[in-house]
């Protein structure tokens, strides 16, 4: 897997959300609205074909608001055909040609459902559902956005049957989070060694939200035709290098 640590030209355009993100200290997490899922759109954004990156931060209000909004979304109601189906919508907006604010708006909104749906404490108790948001908000400038290349969601024959295989994991890490607040007592506000399994899971989730977004937000770019050209982490196959080869 490649970790993306982000070139010269990401930082800058991304720079007034980190900003923004990364001075609110973890002990007052809760001013900002999910903040770990914020974060891991605008780490999903930097990697966008160029075009789409300047919509998006362009409207970086409307793609937070996205966010809350699809985190909102009762998590028994959320699943990967509800995202597939919010996905289409983003290039409905487009070949409709919606205000870019519009458009941004439902990227974000797909990313808050992710962020709902990816989340391994839901179905747990209280202690962990709590632990884990606590400790994901106190680790969160540690946690790092892993991305195997958009080739991923090609290899599936819908992004729903993508996503399935993304949240395959999900009760296994749902086991390790209530079986590690168990062993100290359910205390939710306690801090993890960075070494712990609580760490790795809820480092796994938020380089799911950011490669799982980035992978929908450019699948629907793609099927609206949308300029998908200095777009990172492609993969050209030989196939296409031949047909480029012998084009006139």
């Known amino acids: 897997m490649t970790e993306i640590l982000g070139d010269t030209y990401n930082r800058a355009m991304i720079a007034r959300w980190l900003i923004v993100l990364a001075c609110v200290s973890p002990t007052f997490a809760g001013e900002m609205a999910n903040r770990a899922q914020k974060l891991a759109a605008i780490r999903a954004h930097s990697i966008l074909p160029e075009s789409l990156r300047w919509v998006v931060k362009k409207h970086g209000n409307e793609l937070f608001e996205g966010i809350d909004a699809g985190m909102q979304v009762p998590y028994t109601q959320v699943n990967g055909s509800v995202i597939d189906r919010e996905t289409l919508r983003i290039t409905e907006l487009i070949d409709g040609r919606a205000p870019f604010s519009r458009v941004v708006f439902q990227m974000g909104y797909v990313s808050g459902l992710l962020g709902q749906w990816l989340n391994p404490s839901k179905s747990r108790s209280e202690t962990a559902q709590r632990g884990f948001d606590y400790y994901t908000n106190a680790k969160l400038q540690r946690f790092l956005f892993v991305f195997d290349g958009y080739d991923e969601l090609r290899q599936h024959a819908t992004p729903s049957d993508y996503l399935s295989s993304v949240a395959g994991p999900l009760d296994n890490y749902g086991r390790l989070l209530d079986l590690n ?44 035709r949308g300029d998908a050209t ?7 196959d030989a196939s296409q290098l031949e047909s480029i080869q012998n084009a006139p």
């Open 181 to 224: 607040y168990h062993r100290i007592g359910g205390n939710w506000r306690y801090v993890f060694d960075e070494r712990s399994a609580v760490f790795g899971v809820c480092a796994i989730y938020f380089s799911n939200v950011a490669r799982c977004s980035a992978q929908l937000w450019r699948h629907a770019w793609h099927n609206a």
């Open 230 to 236: 200095k777009t990172p982490f492609v993969i050209v």
